[in-house]
Protein backbone atom coordinates (compact mmCIF):
# COMPACT_ATOMS: atom_id res chain seq x y z
CA UNK A 1 0.00 0.00 0.00
CA UNK A 2 1.83 3.37 -0.86
CA UNK A 3 2.11 6.11 1.86
CA UNK A 4 -0.56 8.94 1.40
CA UNK A 5 0.97 12.29 0.22
CA UNK A 6 2.31 13.97 2.39
CA UNK A 7 0.45 17.41 4.29
CA UNK A 8 1.36 20.40 2.00
CA UNK A 9 3.18 22.79 4.41
CA UNK A 10 5.21 26.00 4.28
CA UNK A 11 8.24 26.57 6.85
CA UNK A 12 8.55 30.42 6.82
CA UNK A 13 11.13 32.42 8.63
CA UNK A 14 9.92 35.39 10.80
CA UNK A 15 12.89 36.22 12.81
CA UNK A 16 16.67 35.25 12.80
CA UNK A 17 17.90 34.77 15.98
CA UNK A 18 21.07 32.82 15.44
CA UNK A 19 24.09 34.14 17.67
CA UNK A 20 26.48 35.79 15.67
CA UNK A 21 29.19 35.60 17.70
CA UNK A 22 31.31 32.96 19.72
CA UNK A 23 30.68 30.00 17.52
CA UNK A 24 32.49 27.16 16.89
CA UNK A 25 33.24 24.24 14.54
CA UNK A 26 28.69 23.49 15.36
CA UNK A 27 26.85 26.92 14.95
CA UNK A 28 23.70 27.58 16.65
CA UNK A 29 21.24 27.96 14.68
CA UNK A 30 17.69 29.89 16.42
CA UNK A 31 15.05 31.09 14.26
CA UNK A 32 11.15 32.18 15.09
CA UNK A 33 9.46 29.78 12.76
CA UNK A 34 5.59 29.79 11.63
CA UNK A 35 4.15 26.79 9.79
CA UNK A 36 1.46 27.83 6.49
CA UNK A 37 -0.87 25.59 5.51
CA UNK A 38 -2.18 24.43 2.47
CA UNK A 39 -5.73 26.20 3.16
CA UNK A 40 -3.87 29.40 3.88
CA UNK A 41 -4.27 29.30 7.75
CA UNK A 42 -0.89 29.84 9.63
CA UNK A 43 0.40 28.35 12.92
CA UNK A 44 1.51 30.91 15.95
CA UNK A 45 5.04 31.75 15.75
CA UNK A 46 7.25 29.63 17.81
CA UNK A 47 11.08 29.76 17.90
CA UNK A 48 13.09 26.29 17.10
CA UNK A 49 16.84 25.75 17.96
CA UNK A 50 18.71 23.66 15.22
CA UNK A 51 22.69 23.08 14.60
CA UNK A 52 24.85 24.23 11.44
CA UNK A 53 27.81 23.51 10.02
CA UNK A 54 29.71 24.92 7.08
CA UNK A 55 30.18 21.15 6.01
CA UNK A 56 27.20 19.59 6.23
CA UNK A 57 26.38 16.34 5.16
CA UNK A 58 28.34 13.07 5.22
CA UNK A 59 29.51 10.07 3.10
CA UNK A 60 29.66 6.21 4.33
CA UNK A 61 31.72 3.46 2.54
CA UNK A 62 31.19 -0.21 3.31
CA UNK A 63 34.59 -1.38 2.11
CA UNK A 64 34.69 -5.03 1.32
CA UNK A 65 36.35 -8.02 -0.31
CA UNK A 66 35.77 -11.74 -1.09
CA UNK A 67 38.44 -14.21 0.25
CA UNK A 68 38.33 -17.93 0.38
CA UNK A 69 34.34 -17.85 -0.46
CA UNK A 70 33.12 -15.10 2.41
CA UNK A 71 32.72 -11.61 2.38
CA UNK A 72 34.94 -9.27 4.62
CA UNK A 73 33.90 -5.59 5.20
CA UNK A 74 36.36 -3.20 6.85
CA UNK A 75 35.36 -1.47 10.28
CA UNK A 76 37.04 1.14 12.11
CA UNK A 77 37.21 2.17 15.69
CA UNK A 78 36.13 5.17 17.07
CA UNK A 79 35.41 8.10 19.67
CA UNK A 80 32.16 10.00 20.12
CA UNK A 81 32.47 12.66 22.99
CA UNK A 82 28.79 13.00 22.33
CA UNK A 83 27.88 9.54 23.48
CA UNK A 84 30.58 8.73 26.14
CA UNK A 85 29.47 12.37 27.97
CA UNK A 86 25.90 11.17 28.02
CA UNK A 87 24.37 12.65 31.25
CA UNK A 88 23.52 9.84 33.87
CA UNK A 89 19.91 11.38 34.63
CA UNK A 90 19.46 10.84 30.61
CA UNK A 91 20.30 7.55 30.75
CA UNK A 92 17.15 5.22 31.00
CA UNK A 93 19.18 1.79 30.80
CA UNK A 94 22.61 1.15 32.14
CA UNK A 95 25.73 1.87 29.68
CA UNK A 96 28.59 0.04 29.26
CA UNK A 97 32.02 0.68 30.25
CA UNK A 98 32.75 1.54 26.61
CA UNK A 99 30.11 3.82 26.32
CA UNK A 100 30.84 6.24 22.94
CA UNK A 101 33.60 4.12 21.86
CA UNK A 102 31.98 2.50 18.49
CA UNK A 103 33.10 0.40 15.67
CA UNK A 104 31.85 2.32 12.47
CA UNK A 105 32.65 2.35 8.93
CA UNK A 106 34.90 4.48 6.88
CA UNK A 107 32.66 7.64 6.91
CA UNK A 108 33.50 11.89 7.17
CA UNK A 109 32.12 14.96 5.96
CA UNK A 110 31.71 16.36 2.53
CA UNK A 111 33.99 19.19 2.04
CA UNK A 112 32.54 22.47 0.54
CA UNK A 113 34.29 21.97 -2.26
CA UNK A 114 33.64 18.48 -2.96
CA UNK A 115 29.69 19.54 -2.71
CA UNK A 116 29.44 21.88 -5.08
CA UNK A 117 30.33 18.90 -7.52
CA UNK A 118 27.42 17.21 -6.72
CA UNK A 119 27.68 13.30 -7.90
CA UNK A 120 31.36 13.46 -8.62
CA UNK A 121 32.34 15.76 -5.40
CA UNK A 122 30.90 12.57 -3.27
CA UNK A 123 32.23 10.00 -4.99
CA UNK A 124 35.71 12.20 -4.66
CA UNK A 125 34.88 12.51 -0.87
CA UNK A 126 34.12 8.90 -0.01
CA UNK A 127 37.23 8.02 -1.61
CA UNK A 128 39.20 10.46 -0.06
CA UNK A 129 37.55 9.75 3.45
CA UNK A 130 38.15 5.80 2.46
CA UNK A 131 41.87 6.45 2.41
CA UNK A 132 41.74 8.80 5.51
CA UNK A 133 40.33 5.89 7.23
CA UNK A 134 42.06 2.93 6.53
CA UNK A 135 44.68 3.60 4.29
CA UNK A 136 42.54 1.52 0.78
CA UNK A 137 43.64 4.06 -2.26
CA UNK A 138 41.00 3.93 -4.92
CA UNK A 139 39.98 6.21 -7.49
CA UNK A 140 36.40 8.10 -6.74
CA UNK A 141 34.75 6.37 -10.01
CA UNK A 142 35.18 2.86 -8.43
CA UNK A 143 32.33 4.07 -5.16
CA UNK A 144 29.12 2.85 -6.04
CA UNK A 145 26.14 4.34 -4.53
CA UNK A 146 24.51 2.48 -2.07
CA UNK A 147 20.79 3.50 -1.92
CA UNK A 148 19.33 6.99 -1.58
CA UNK A 149 20.84 9.37 0.79
CA UNK A 150 19.05 9.82 4.88
CA UNK A 151 18.56 11.85 6.86
CA UNK A 152 20.39 10.72 10.68
CA UNK A 153 19.19 13.59 13.27
CA UNK A 154 16.45 15.88 11.21
CA UNK A 155 14.69 17.21 14.63
CA UNK A 156 18.36 18.60 15.14
CA UNK A 157 20.55 19.22 12.10
CA UNK A 158 20.16 18.83 8.11
CA UNK A 159 22.65 16.61 7.54
CA UNK A 160 22.43 13.90 5.39
CA UNK A 161 24.14 10.74 4.86
CA UNK A 162 25.17 9.34 1.39
CA UNK A 163 25.95 5.82 1.12
CA UNK A 164 28.62 3.82 -1.00
CA UNK A 165 30.06 0.39 -1.38
CA UNK A 166 33.34 -0.39 -3.10
CA UNK A 167 35.13 -3.85 -3.80
CA UNK A 168 38.98 -4.07 -2.29
CA UNK A 169 42.02 -5.63 -2.71
CA UNK A 170 43.40 -5.84 1.28
CA UNK A 171 46.57 -6.49 0.74
CA UNK A 172 47.22 -3.17 -1.10
CA UNK A 173 45.85 -1.41 2.32
CA UNK A 174 48.43 0.92 3.45
CA UNK A 175 48.80 2.75 6.75
CA UNK A 176 45.77 5.56 6.91
CA UNK A 177 46.37 9.18 6.17
CA UNK A 178 43.88 10.31 9.04
CA UNK A 179 42.51 14.14 8.66
CA UNK A 180 44.66 15.26 11.67
CA UNK A 181 42.15 15.36 14.47
CA UNK A 182 43.12 13.87 17.62
CA UNK A 183 39.92 11.75 17.61
CA UNK A 184 41.31 9.81 14.59
CA UNK A 185 44.71 9.31 16.01
CA UNK A 186 45.53 5.28 16.81
CA UNK A 187 42.38 4.15 15.56
CA UNK A 188 42.26 0.50 14.80
CA UNK A 189 40.51 -1.01 11.44
CA UNK A 190 39.62 -4.67 11.49
CA UNK A 191 37.88 -6.78 8.66
CA UNK A 192 35.33 -9.46 9.82
CA UNK A 193 33.05 -11.40 7.47
CA UNK A 194 30.18 -9.28 6.64
CA UNK A 195 27.84 -12.23 8.34
CA UNK A 196 29.27 -11.51 11.72
CA UNK A 197 29.07 -8.07 11.40
CA UNK A 198 25.44 -8.30 10.95
CA UNK A 199 25.05 -10.75 14.05
CA UNK A 200 27.05 -7.90 15.75
CA UNK A 201 24.50 -5.34 14.68
CA UNK A 202 21.92 -7.44 16.37
CA UNK A 203 22.88 -8.10 19.52
CA UNK A 204 23.72 -4.54 20.06
CA UNK A 205 27.70 -4.41 19.59
CA UNK A 206 27.82 -2.56 16.46
CA UNK A 207 25.95 0.79 17.88
CA UNK A 208 26.49 3.42 14.92
CA UNK A 209 23.20 3.91 13.22
CA UNK A 210 24.72 4.90 9.56
CA UNK A 211 27.16 1.80 9.88
CA UNK A 212 24.28 -0.71 10.64
CA UNK A 213 22.34 1.11 7.90
CA UNK A 214 25.11 0.47 5.18
CA UNK A 215 25.62 -2.99 6.34
CA UNK A 216 21.84 -4.24 5.59
CA UNK A 217 22.20 -2.11 2.34
CA UNK A 218 25.61 -4.33 1.17
CA UNK A 219 23.94 -7.63 2.44
CA UNK A 220 20.89 -7.08 0.34
CA UNK A 221 22.86 -5.66 -2.72
CA UNK A 222 25.05 -9.18 -2.53
CA UNK A 223 21.96 -11.30 -2.47
CA UNK A 224 20.60 -10.35 -5.27
Known sequence: MPLPPLPTLELQIVEDLSPREGQGFLRLARHRLRVRRADGSESKPFVYDSVHRPALDAVVVAAHYLENGKRFVFLRSSIRPPATLRPLECRPLPESATLGSLWELPAGL???????????????????????????????????PMGPANFPSAGVI??????????????????????????????????????EAMALVRAGAIEDGKTEIALRRLAERLER
Open 110 to 144: VEPDECRLGAQGLRRSAARELEEETGLSLEPEAMQ
Open 158 to 195: GERHHFFSVEVDPSRRGTPTEDGSVLEEGALVVAIELS
